[in-house]
């Protein structure tokens, strides 16, 4: 058989794998969740992946696919799945409430965050406009945003913007919360609203089409992790907002494609071409190179902030890292699913040690009682579906320092609600006394 057939056969399967996975998934239990929203993601992901393989100029970016690269990457996209399939298959119908003023504090934060960065979202909003009406402004605005992020790494900038991006994905995961409240704090909804449009406006600004992508991935997987919490009401409302944010958002999106990769951009193939690839890449370049990149990067990229401590050595920012690692077969600026961020930084075996450690560690800490979870429980819930989701097409998105600082902020948001609900149980009293002042 020839290569072209091979790999059409190849895709096609693990593109079947991942729609039987989804039958079985949803016949477990006929629900529609943050697990179901992986899943359908995973399927089209594929589907593109198969557009990209058959594409005139961008087949030739790929090496004959192999079976044991995609058995491999089937096998830990579902040990990282397995906490919420357990949460799937459990009729857990309530959150316990949370009696804390932390959430509305980090509310606050994001809000606060929000304005100080206002300066600098204004000086760049005439991007916005730039990046409809003329095709080379997106490409402008990203190379520029690029530049900046070579030289950066040695000190600490922009401070507001810095916590707002730590926050961005725990803003999404207490919007959710607050809504399922039968009395909702508008304000605090309202603080957070205006964090989460000024993530999407900051990637578009500055010509993020996966700062964009992630942020959608977010709010997607936020929703549908709270979806059977939510009141009725809400619901419908959310499938409006959401229609119309997808058609707000995907006009700068396909504008900043046009700038990147449009006729004007100095690039050849067709734009369609570029986004099979952009979307459907991940999969076949772990298959290509995610157990054969001829060496590993030592946890540079996923454990960056860590590294950097121990060792003073360790890479600051991309340009640094791919400077570095040059020998390898291939570097972040390609993707290959958070699969390959670990597998690359640490090796195959060693990769499939850390996901049964953590992955297990958080099923031990999200097991429910009474048909109750709590929301630290919750929360780490989240923080598994936000790795899937994001990671799935993309890379580890909590990788490099700003990545690594988001997990610092869910072990943070995580450890102080579950020793407040210990304290809780312990003093319910004095707990209520000091919450309700």
């Known amino acids: 058989m020839s290569e072209v057939l091979i790999n059409n056969i190849l895709a096609i399967g693990f593109l079947s794998i991942w729609i039987i996975t989804l039958i079985c998934y949803q016949h477990i239990r006929n629900v529609w969740d943050g697990g179901s929203a992986v899943i359908i993601a995973y399927i089209i992901y594929a589907i593109f992946s198969i557009l990209s393989l058959n594409d005139p100029l961008f087949s030739i970016a790929y090496n004959q696919l192999e079976v044991f690269p995609y058995i491999y990457l089937y096998v830990m996209m579902i040990i990282a799945l397995t906490p919420l399939i357990i949460f799937h298959h459990k009729h857990t119908p309530n959150i316990q409430p949370e009696n804390t003023r932390i959430l509305g504090v980090i509310s606050i934060i994001v809000l606060l965050s929000a304005i100080l960065m206002l300066p600098e979202i204004m000086k760049d909003s005439s991007n916005m406009v730039d990046i409809i009406s003329d095709p080379a402004a997106g490409k402008d605005a990203y190379m520029e945003k690029i530049e900046g992020v070579e ?249 490099d320092i700003g990545g690594n600082l988001r997990i610092i902020n869910y072990i943070l948001l995580y450890t102080y609600l579950w020793y407040h609900k210990q304290l809780e149980g312990k003093f319910p009293n004095r707990i209520e006394i000091i919450t309700q002042k």
């Open 151 to 399: 030289s950066s790494g040695n000190s600490i900038r922009n401070l507001p913007a810095i916590i707002f991006n730590s926050l961005t994905d725990i803003s999404v995961f207490i919007f959710f919360y607050y809504l399922t409240l039968e009395k909702k704090n508008k304000f605090l909804i309202l603080c957070l609203t205006i964090g989460i449009l000024s993530n999407f406006v900051v990637a578009i600004i500055q010509g993020q089409r996966s700062g964009v992508a992630l942020a959608i991935f977010t709010m997607i997987g936020g929703y549908m992790l709270f979806k059977q919490y939510l009141q009725p009401k809400i619901k419908k409302w959310f499938h409006f907002i959401g229609i119309v944010t997808a058609v707000l958002i995907a006009i700068p999106f396909t504008a900043i494609t046009v700038s990147r990769f449009g006729e004007d951009s100095g690039q050849t193939g067709t734009i369609g071409g570029f986004i099979n690839w952009y979307v459907g890449q991940g999969s076949l370049y772990f298959n290509n190179y995610g157990l054969n990149a001829d060496g590993t990067r030592n946890g540079d990229r996923t454990a960056n902030l860590i590294k950097r401590v121990i060792d003073s050595k360790t890479p600051k920012n991309f340009a640094e890292r791919r400077e570095k690692y040059h020998n390898l077969n291939i570097d972040d600026y390609f993707f290959t699913t958070f699969v390959g961020d670990f597998t690359i930084d640490y090796g195959p075996i060693s990769a499939v040690v850390i996901f049964l450690v953590f992955n297990f560690l958080i099923i031990s800490l999200t097991r429910t009682h009474k048909n109750t979870i709590k929301l630290h429980q919750l929360l780490l819930l989240y923080f598994v579906l936000c790795i899937n989701l994001q990671g799935g097409m993309y890379l580890f998105s909590y990788s």
